[in-house]
């Protein structure tokens, strides 16, 4: 079961050049689709968006430019990343 709007957004940014700045609506897509269909969606396109948050973090991370140009853009994937990695987690933290 696909979920359009993941899709739009990876495909959005999948279409714009390495200096471009991204969708501005791809984040909070992102973000809506962690926090209301997480759990609704099959665990392949759960690991896709993983993936797809933590290899754009390693691209404008290792770029300088993006890196500058990008930041605001940087600190909301950052946030998602936690978001999807957060729950994987918590079973497996010590308890304080």
């Not at 200096?19 to 984040?27: M, Q, R, Y």
Request: positive net charge; proline residues 14%.
């Amino acid at each position: 079961m696909p979920v359009p709007g993941w899709c739009a957004a990876q495909e959005g940014a999948r279409q714009t050049e390495p200096h471009t700045p991204p969708p501005p609506a791809a984040p909070q897509i992102l973000e809506a689709t962690i926090k209301f269909k997480w759990g609704a969606l099959p665990a392949e396109q759960r690991e896709g968006i993983k993936t797809y948050a933590s290899n754009l973090i390693i691209k404008y991370s290792t770029d300088e430019a993006l890196f500058r140009s990008q930041s605001t853009f940087l600190r909301k994937l950052d946030v998602i990343l936690v978001q999807v990695r957060l729950p994987a987690c918590l079973p497996a933290c010590p308890e304080p």
